[in-house]
């Protein structure tokens, strides 16, 4: 089969593209203690003009009274971050969509929904956060699950200190949540979008802070187009990396930067959605090229030699914000921009600590920076390829050599080439061209080089054996989302079958290559 021609394909009784749109909420890694604000309220909570003094806490509406901020001090935030090297965890997080056996999405409410599986899964353990009576978020130890404004359900695992242990943990979680699910009649499944199905039939998660981030949008966001796409039917897998200082960040931030877009392409793993063939290898990489301009994509001043995080700080700032936080009540910030709100207030407010670490988790760059390294351009995809970003991304970025050399393979392109390559690998893949190479040649040497790093790293041996479903994909020049297609060929579409296919399956062990001619989900974990 041929599917090359892009097009953003029209839903049934759709128009293309959509333009009622929104944002996603995030969740903070335990990397960072997990500040959240998943429990807070609509704006419908209270009027700006009877605010109370500013919390230090958003989630709990503790007040206590802090020096003005500064530039300087949002700086020393990020610096806070930094460990000795001893102390280095990974963080992985992974988003799964729910179906029935026929392909169609599991709604919060009502009997089977994700409701009672949320309440199942309390019953095994989870402590629960609700709102207004809905269970919108779980913990246990060091993991956290939450929901996605579609019902995507992600966990944000804990920080433990080589990729196969955070693999043997996302393992252990997709476990337990098809023990819970399958009983309700839920499947998991493996895809970066939801494949089957149209937008109207998603259900909204009825949780509060998508109020104002669903309404931002169509009157404030820039290049918004399908950022209600983005928000109901999207699903990435992403992991999160420690620093030992500013310097240390910021070669791995221009570092992952660099590679980002082959990474994406690697993953690709969202060939099909309203039902058919998209035209594209990842079409949530797509819909994130029409979601916001202001907040997304490559920053360019990242490459820079002299890269610090007073830069991207000054970036951050000038980012319209979405709200202001105030006794646990969302108020639209009406585009405020944080510099603005640290110079002049906001109705009497005064703009804290706190807030910086909402705004910060509002902004959703290819690579974002907390007090952590998170890298975001994969598709979730299957669970061999799953289970290795951790250790792919970790051979490349916490071994210096293996980071040199990962640099030095696209160090040598103007900014220019470097977003024509974000807009290029949506829809060829690893078929594209950077400069005069394939990014299938890149992606082959960048396993290459992550293999290597691992080698030199703690516990790095066991890590490396994760990523042989990453090199046979880049030896192969095929990525998942060869394999979706060939599956929908096969089947004839058929959602249940390929729902059969796509589901999400643990191994207990380091994941076997995937046949390049075979699906991947075929091939086993």
């Given amino acids: 089969m041929?599917?090359?021609?892009?097009?953003?394909?029209?839903?049934?009784?759709?128009?293309?593209?959509?333009?009622?749109?929104?944002?996603p909420g995030e969740t903070e890694s335990d990397l960072t203690g997990g500040r959240g604000v998943a429990s807070l309220r609509s704006p419908s909570g209270g009027s700006p003009a009877k605010l109370m003094s500013s919390p230090h806490n958003p989630?709990?509406?503790?007040?206590?009274?802090?020096?003005?901020?500064?530039?300087d001090a949002l700086v020393a935030y990020f610096r806070s971050g930094a460990k000795d090297h001893g102390?280095?965890?990974?963080?992985?997080?992974?988003?799964?969509?729910?179906?029935?056996?026929?392909?169609?999405?599991?709604?919060?409410?009502?009997?089977?929904?994700?409701?009672?599986?949320?309440?199942?899964?309390?019953?095994?353990?989870?402590?629960?956060?609700?709102?207004?009576?809905?269970?919108?978020?779980?913990?246990?130890?060091?993991?956290?699950?939450?929901?996605?404004?579609?019902?995507?359900?992600?966990?944000?695992?804990?920080?433990?200190?080589?990729?196969?242990?955070?693999?043997?943990?996302l393992d252990a979680h997709v476990r337990e949540v098809a023990e819970a699910a399958g009983p309700l009649g839920i499947r998991f499944i493996g895809t970066g979008i939801r494949p089957f199905g149209t937008l109207e039939?998603?259900?909204?998660?009825?949780?509060?802070?998508?109020?104002?981030?669903?309404?931002?949008?169509?009157?404030?966001?820039?290049?918004?187009?399908?950022?209600?796409?983005?928000?109901?039917?999207?699903?990435t897998v992403q992991a999160n990396f420690d620093y030992a200082s500013e310097a240390d960040a910021a070669d791995k931030i221009r570092t992952a930067y660099g590679i980002t877009s082959?990474?994406?392409?690697?993953?690709?793993?969202?060939?099909?959605?309203?039902?058919?063939?998209?035209?594209?290898?990842?079409?949530?990489?797509?819909?994130?090229?029409e979601t916001d301009a202001d907040r997304c994509g490559l920053l360019p001043f990242v490459f820079q030699p002299d890269f610090c995080f007073r830069d991207y700080v000054a970036w951050a700032l000038d980012v319209p914000m979405f709200f202001v936080v105030r006794d646990g009540v969302y108020h639209p910030a009406d585009k405020l921009t944080f510099r603005r709100f640290m110079a002049e207030g906001w109705h009497g407010q005064q703009a804290t600590i706190a807030d910086w670490e909402v705004h910060l988790s509002t902004l959703f760059p290819e690579v974002r920076l907390?007090?952590?390294?998170?890298?975001?351009?994969?598709?979730?995809?299957?669970?061999?390829?799953?289970?290795?970003?951790?250790?792919?991304?970790?051979?490349?970025?916490?071994?210096?050599?293996?980071?040199?050399?990962?640099?030095?393979?696209?160090?040598?392109?103007?900014?220019?080439e470097r977003e024509a390559l974000r807009r290029a690998v949506p829809t060829a893949g690893l078929a594209a061209r950077f400069g005069k190479r394939?990014?299938?040649?890149?992606?082959?040497?960048?396993?290459?080089?992550?293999?290597?790093?691992?080698?030199?790293?703690?516990?790095?041996?066991?890590?490396?054996?994760?990523?042989?479903?990453?090199?046979?994909?880049a030896a192969a020049g095929r990525s998942p989302a060869d394999d979706f297609l060939d599956d929908f060929e096969a089947l004839g579409?058929?959602?249940?079958?390929?729902?059969?296919?796509?589901?999400?399956?643990?191994?207990?062990g380091p994941a076997a290559s995937p046949s390049p001619s075979a699906p991947a989900s075929a091939a086993g974990p």
């Fill in 2 to 23: 041929h599917h090359r021609r892009q097009f953003y394909p029209v839903p049934p009784g759709g128009t293309r593209p959509f333009r009622n749109v929104g944002q």
């Fill in 59 to 71: 989630t709990t509406g503790t007040r206590e009274a802090e020096a003005p901020l500064t530039v």
């Fill in 87 to 169: 102390r280095f965890k990974i963080g992985i997080e992974q988003e799964k969509i729910g179906v029935r056996d026929d392909g169609r999405a599991v709604p919060y409410e009502g009997v089977g929904g994700l409701a009672e599986l949320l309440g199942d899964l309390e019953g095994r353990g989870f402590r629960a956060t609700r709102e207004d009576g809905h269970v919108i978020a779980l913990a246990r130890e060091g993991d956290r699950i939450t929901m996605e404004p579609g019902g995507q359900l992600e966990l944000s695992g804990g920080a433990l200190a080589t990729a196969s242990t955070c693999a043997a943990a």
């Fill in 201 to 235: 039939e998603v259900t909204w998660l009825p949780k509060r802070r998508y109020v104002v981030m669903r309404d931002y949008f169509p009157r404030h966001g820039r290049d918004s187009l399908l950022a209600h796409q983005m928000m109901k039917l999207t699903a």
């Fill in 262 to 289: 082959i990474v994406t392409a690697l993953y690709a793993a969202s060939p099909i959605a309203f039902g058919r063939p998209t035209g594209h290898k990842s079409y949530r990489a797509a819909i994130w090229l």
């Fill in 370 to 416: 907390k007090r952590y390294v998170e890298v975001r351009g994969a598709d979730a995809g299957p669970m061999p390829m799953a289970r290795a970003l951790g250790a792919l991304w970790r051979g490349i970025l916490e071994d210096p050599e293996a980071r040199a050399a990962a640099w030095a393979l696209v160090a040598n392109h103007p900014f220019e």
């Fill in 438 to 473: 394939s990014v299938r040649e890149l992606a082959v040497e960048l396993c290459r080089m992550a293999a290597a790093g691992l080698q030199r790293l703690p516990g790095g041996a066991a890590d490396a054996q994760l990523l042989e479903a990453p090199r046979a994909y």
């Fill in 493 to 508: 579409g058929d959602p249940a079958g390929l729902v059969r296919r796509w589901e999400l399956r643990p191994g207990p």
